[in-house]
């Protein structure tokens, strides 16, 4: 996976650049889609800053040989962010 593809994803599925980051809880690790988006006033990220950070996100995501769980996790999901409600993708891994 790539950075651009994973905007790609993020944008068909839901119209917007969702920001993304990964969460762990005990032994358990998450991938999660934020409420937040590009070209939102209070996003943090300058276009270049966000599509750096996607490129670090889907090279985890492809170390850990997951990017296939998340492809097919967010291309089924009928949940959409939204304010203070992240979508939370169980990530399993060896």
């Known amino acids: 996976m ?3 593809e994973l905007r790609q ?3 068909m599925k839901w119209g917007y650049p969702y920001d993304v980051q990964f969460l ?3 032994d358990r690790r998450y ?3 934020m409420w937040r988006y590009l070209g939102q006033a209070s996003f943090a990220m300058t ?3 966000y599509m750096a950070h996607l ?3 889907a090279y985890v995501l492809d170390e850990w040989a997951v990017a ?4 097919s996790y967010l291309d089924k999901t009928k949940e959409r962010p939204r304010v203070g409600k992240a979508i939370s993708v169980p990530l399993v891994y060896d």
């Open 2 to 4: 790539t950075g651009p």
């Open 9 to 11: 994803i993020l944008e």
């Open 24 to 26: 762990r809880r005990g």
């Open 31 to 33: 991938f999660q889609v």
């Open 47 to 49: 276009e270049e800053q």
């Open 55 to 57: 490129e670090r996100v």
């Open 68 to 71: 296939d769980q998340v492809r």
